[in-house]
């Protein structure tokens, strides 16, 4: 029995951030106005139309920190893809510090429970570390777990940027029946979900604890295709790189990321 679930649990906290992110999904911005009080920092000075919305927290609540559980394992395997059978699920996203600045060479270290709910305490089935590219984004490519008996569905993950505290979070499902009885799940921690075919696409921004100074340039808009090929940059079908003096061109949009050089994924670029 995982006794992750006995930690005494204060009731989890709807913070901003959620407020932020169910706003997206659900309603226009202006609908906010006389819903959500709190947000007062959000009005004009007169009372006024809400700012824009930021493209990551302003800074007041990073992501916060969720009991390790019983079943991490140091020494994961360095890889981004968790191999196993299962409805296919990637969660992607972004790690940005205090100033929304996006932080690079974040490890992020994964771990979670096979379909069946069971965790491989064993070897390293369904754990594997990554570290985040210079725009501060990571991919991960897994399964859906499992429901663990006594918890709702959940990923495990440590984050820490260079030479700060690691994180040990968890991340959620949203639509969980579970999610209203498990007394550790943080509704800040839901993933934002969509189904793709048979599988899953999931995305989650982390806010660390690290202070810095704003971007000048927002790292959810990299640079667009084209030129030479780099890593973060998403592709679009038809967009030409050049890599290793040759030039390729894309077959099927994506996010680049290390691995996925021209010459090594033949499914997404064709030398042209
Ligand atoms: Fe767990």
Known sequence: MESENTRAEKPAAITRKTLFKAALIATPVPLLIGQVPALARDMSAGGGPLTPTPFCDDGDDPTPPQTEGPYFKPNSPQRTVLPGTGTALTVSGFVFGLACQPLANVLLDFWQADRNGAYDNVTYNFRGHQYTNAQGAFK?????????????????????????????????????????????????????????????????????????????????????????????????????????????????????????????????????
């Open 140 to 272: 991960l490519t897994t399964i859906v777990p499992g429901l663990y008996p006594g918890r709702t569905r959940h990923i495990h993950v440590k984050a820490q940027a260079p030479g700060r505290p690691v994180l040990t979070t968890q991340l959620y499902f949203p639509g969980e029946p579970r999610n209203n009885t498990d007394t550790i799940f943080d509704p800040a921690l839901l993933m934002t979900v969509r189904t793709v075919g048979t599988g899953r696409e999931a995305t989650f921004d982390f806010v660390l604890n690290v202070p810095g100074v704003p971007p000048t340039d927002p790292p959810t808009s990299p640079p667009p295709g084209g030129g030479t090929w780099q890593v973060g940059v998403t592709y679009q079908a038809g967009d030409q790189v050049t890599y290793g003096g040759a030039t390729y061109r894309c077959l099927q949009g994506h996010m680049s990321q290390a691995g996925w050089e021209p010459p090594n994924v033949p499914a997404l670029w064709q030398r042209a």
